[in-house]
């Protein structure tokens, strides 16, 4: 009976993994992927690459995925799934103000369980304006949850009733998106923290007391007090 019992347990581990085993054995191979992409881009990403790193053969990594663009998708699933856990824990919240800095907050947590976040979400915006065969299944929550941000910061009274809820939220993505760059891949001396700190006490002080200058957009209107009327006290 003991010999039967250690040849099953051999055998399940040279075969495909059951159960549990299954499931985490797709967590490893999810998470291998997302390392090797931000390290080699989604060109080099490929199942040798993620052999190598997660110690499984071949065989076995084609029995979970049986292309490099399924590989992908289950990253892109994964992540979501982080990046709403971050949003909803941000809603708990009623300001818009308090929703971003809880946001960034949450998103700061998970980064330092996982370092490979935050550089992914990057390299998720990237990937998909070189392999266009991507796009399809890219689409970050993080624009949908901003443009929520501002709608209701419109409804509530924050912020004012003629405020461009998309332009407004396509600033605020840039600036996430930057924030995650500097932090997922240089090596600035600032904390992500403090930067996010400065960020909220920057929108909810407004960016410039001063006399009013030409618009950026270079349609001539003066606009350079602009930010609390889009993201800090109304004036």
Not at 34 to 50: K, P, W
Not at 128 to 133: D, L, S
Request: glycine share 10%; proline share 6%.
């Amino acid at each position: 009976m003991q010999r039967k019992g250690r040849a099953r347990a051999a055998a399940r581990a040279r075969g495909r993994p059951v159960g549990a085993d299954s499931a985490e054995t797709r967590r490893q191979i999810v998470r291998a992927g997302r390392v090797v992409l931000i390290e080699r881009g989604y060109s080099g990403m490929t199942f040798q690459a993620i052999a190598e790193r997660t110690g499984l053969s071949r065989p076995t990594l084609h029995y979970y995925f049986a292309t490099r663009e399924e590989v992908y998708e289950g990253i892109v699933t994964e992540m979501r799934e982080i990046v709403v856990d971050c949003v909803e824990h941000s809603l708990r919240h009623d300001r818009l103000l308090d929703r971003l800095a809880a946001f960034v907050a949450a998103v700061r947590r998970v980064d330092h369980r996982d370092p490979s976040v935050v550089p992914f979400l990057i390299s998720a915006r990237l990937e998909p304006q070189r392999n266009p065969e991507l796009q399809a299944i890219s689409e970050s929550p993080v624009r949908a949850f901003l443009m929520r941000l501002v709608s209701d910061a419109i409804r509530r009274g924050e912020l004012d009733d003629d405020t461009d809820v998309e332009g407004v939220s396509d600033m605020l993505h840039v600036i996430l998106y930057g924030m995650a760059f500097y932090s997922g891949f240089t090596n600035g001396p600032a904390e992500l923290g403090t930067i996010a700190k400065q960020l909220i006490e920057l929108f909810a002080h407004g960016l410039v007391a001063g006399p009013r200058g030409p618009d950026p957009a270079g349609g001539g209107e003066d606009t350079l007090r602009d930010t609390p009327k889009g993201v800090g006290p109304r004036s």
